[in-house]
């Protein structure tokens, strides 16, 4: 299991640039609100009342940018189910200067 940080700085602008986007900001929200817990896109998706197939694009530049994290993956069916977790607890700012 990915060990979850207490607190991420957040001190680059492209990791900054992917929180501005309001959905990311909500999945993010929502991961972090319960970050013991994994969630699948379909779950995600369910919460934030779209289809799982409008979120993959947001889940994976949260995972690029160690945002969310990937703690599981199984074989669902043939297809590969991940369950996604907070990467922090916690996100401070800290840009400039």
């Known amino acids: 299991m990915t060990e979850i940080l207490t607190e991420r700085v957040i001190d680059d602008v492209s990791t900054l640039k992917a ?12 991961a972090m609100a319960a970050p013991d817990k994994t969630f699948t896109a379909k779950d995600l998706a369910a919460h934030m009342g779209v289809l799982p197939t409008n979120l993959y694009y947001h889940l994976n530049m949260l995972e690029r940018h160690g945002l969310l994290a990937v703690r599981e993956t199984r074989i669902v069916n043939g297809i590969i189910e991940k369950h996604y977790g907070a990467g922090q607890r916690r996100l401070t700012y800290r840009l400039g200067a």
């Open 19 to 30: 929180l501005a986007d309001p959905v990311r900001l909500g999945l993010l929200d929502f």
